[in-house]
């Protein structure tokens, strides 16, 4: 299949790891990506929190560009995902607002463009067996805590995949990888996003909770599929309470056996390294 | 005469907030309540009973996360999270001082980055937030390690099409 692909600006900065797994991952499964050509921000909360058309002007450049080219887009980055998604809900449910973006920009806009998180193309129409036929190294030893955090799934009538309060699609891929998947109560909840540099002590005591209820699940790391939870967990969490955090395309590259992990897991705050080794997967 | 009520309802434009009967499950449900001033179900009857100023000056409005837990939950429907953002808004159209000054500085030193290149080059919004705030000495360590293991980099490429980002900026500043 082929997808355009809107990175977003984490992606091509402290997000690298995740960009740079899900081109791996994409290729290894067929899925093939082509970049949203002059891409700009999609506004993220800072937009949304001060100035609401705004924050539906910026992402609605990008999707009216992605429209002219007939195909889905996948959207990596939760953040950038969730903009997308309420833009095309407040450009459908309100025509005035429509009228003026449309103006301020200078094209109409459709409403035909379908918005893909790569969980969901994977999940979907990719499939757990196709995943699982392709595995070189099982995860064994591996127990990861799914996190999704807020922004994939929230609201629902807005975002419109996977189950809100309990999304499972995470846990089936990570056991299709053959990771023992922990169960846990903290999926959906905050890390504090983009609160980190505002409000640090907010964030250490959100991302410290986190911590410590996976280790009380009885999780080895957490994976995540949004660059700003992410760079929250792998940066924010106390001595004490650290685990290592992956990327969800990150554990499928490892366990596809695809190049690049090495330089990806170097590059994290809180090195994965020693656990991968621990249970013999490096 | 518009009552406070009336011009956050116009604001928001969805579900009446008064349709709340302070079941408080977005309290509950709330990850930083434990920091706001006011809870976000009492900010709902602050505005109610006309209470302008304490609810533009509280801390609630700029410690508000936008998880979205809250409207999620609410068996009513309201959009706290939509309100919250309404809030901030009319908190800076008014220019009364944030209570928590440094998450509005985050905040416009993330947006002027866009209107400079169409894109976050992290390294300049974090300068930028910095020049901002005064808070210069935190995360240096952090960010000299992760510019060691190449996580930043100092130079990323911009929009090249300028002119369609800033007429946004324009059409939209109010």
Redesign the interface.
């Given at each position: 299949m082929k997808v355009s692909y809107y990175p977003g600006?984490?992606l091509?900065?402290?997000g690298?790891e995740y960009d740079e797994s899900v081109k791996a991952v994409s290729g290894a499964l067929g899925i093939e990506l082509d970049e949203l050509d002059?891409?700009?921000?999609c506004?993220?909360?800072?937009?949304?929190?001060?100035?609401?058309?705004?924050s539906v002007?910026?992402p609605a450049?990008d999707i009216i560009a992605a429209e002219k080219r007939g195909l889905d887009v996948m959207v990596p980055c939760a953040a950038c995902f969730n903009r997308f998604k309420s833009a095309q809900h407040h450009l459908k449910t309100?025509d005035e607002l429509r009228g003026?973006i449309e103006?301020?920009?200078?094209a109409s806009y459709e409403g035909t463009l379908n918005v893909r998180n790569p969980i969901d193309i994977i999940y979907t129409d990719i499939g757990r067996d196709r995943l699982r036929s392709l595995v070189t190294k099982k995860l064994e030893g591996l127990k990861p805590v799914s996190y999704y955090g807020?922004l994939l799934l929230?609201?629902?009538e807005v975002c419109g995949f996977d189950d809100?309060e309990n999304p499972i699609m995470l846990d089936g891929l990570m056991d299709s990888l053959g990771a023992e998947s922990r169960p846990w109560s903290y999926k959906?909840?905050?890390c504090?996003?983009?609160?980190t540099?505002?409000?640090?002590e907010?964030v250490v005591?959100?991302v410290d909770k986190l911590m410590t209820m996976a280790r009380e699940a009885g999780a080895n790391c957490l994976v995540t599929a949004c660059p700003v939870c992410f760079a929250n967990l792998d940066?924010r969490a106390s001595k004490d309470t650290v685990i290592p955090a992956f990327y969800f395309t990150e554990l499928i590259a490892l366990a596809l056996g695809l190049e690049g992990t090495d330089s990806w897991f170097?590059?994290h705050?809180v090195d994965p390294r020693p656990l991968l080794q621990s249970v013999g997967l490096l | 005469m518009t009552t406070f009520l009336k011009e956050v309802n116009d604001r928001m434009?969805g579900v009446p907030i008064q349709n709340c009967y302070h079941c408080r499950k977005c309290t509950a449900g709330c990850?930083?309540a434990?920091?706001m001033d006011y809870n976000p179900n009492a900010v709902i009857k602050m505005i109610q009973m006309g209470q302008r100023d304490e609810v533009l000056k509280s801390s609630t409005i700029w410690?508000c996360?936008?998880?979205?837990?809250c409207?999620?939950r609410c068996p009513n429907d309201v959009d706290i999270a939509r309100m919250?953002?309404?809030l901030?808004?009319m908190a800076?159209e008014e220019q009364v001082a944030p209570r928590?000054k440094?998450?509005?500085?985050?905040?416009?030193a993330?947006?002027s980055n866009?209107k400079l290149g169409?894109?976050?080059?992290?390294p300049l919004m974090?300068a930028l937030?910095k020049l901002k705030?005064g808070d210069y000495f935190?995360?240096l360590g952090?960010g000299l390690?992760?510019f060691l293991?190449?996580?930043?980099?100092p130079v990323?490429?911009r929009?090249?099409?300028m002119k369609?980002?800033r007429?946004?900026?324009k059409?939209?500043k109010?």
């Open positions: 600006c984490s091509h900065a402290t690298r002059d891409w700009s921000c506004g993220a909360s800072s937009a949304h929190m001060t100035n609401f058309k705004l002007a910026l450049r309100n003026e103006e301020m920009i200078g807020c929230r609201p629902p809100y959906t909840d905050c504090g996003g983009s609160l540099l505002g409000k640090t907010i005591r959100l940066t170097r590059r705050n | 434009g990850p930083v434990f920091a410690l996360a936008s998880c979205e837990t409207v999620t919250m953002d309404v901030r808004e800076i928590e440094n998450v509005l500085k985050f905040h416009e993330f947006l866009i169409g894109r976050i080059n992290e974090i937030y705030s935190s995360d952090m390690s992760m293991k190449g996580k930043i980099k990323s490429p929009t090249r099409d369609s980002v007429q946004i900026f059409s939209t109010k």
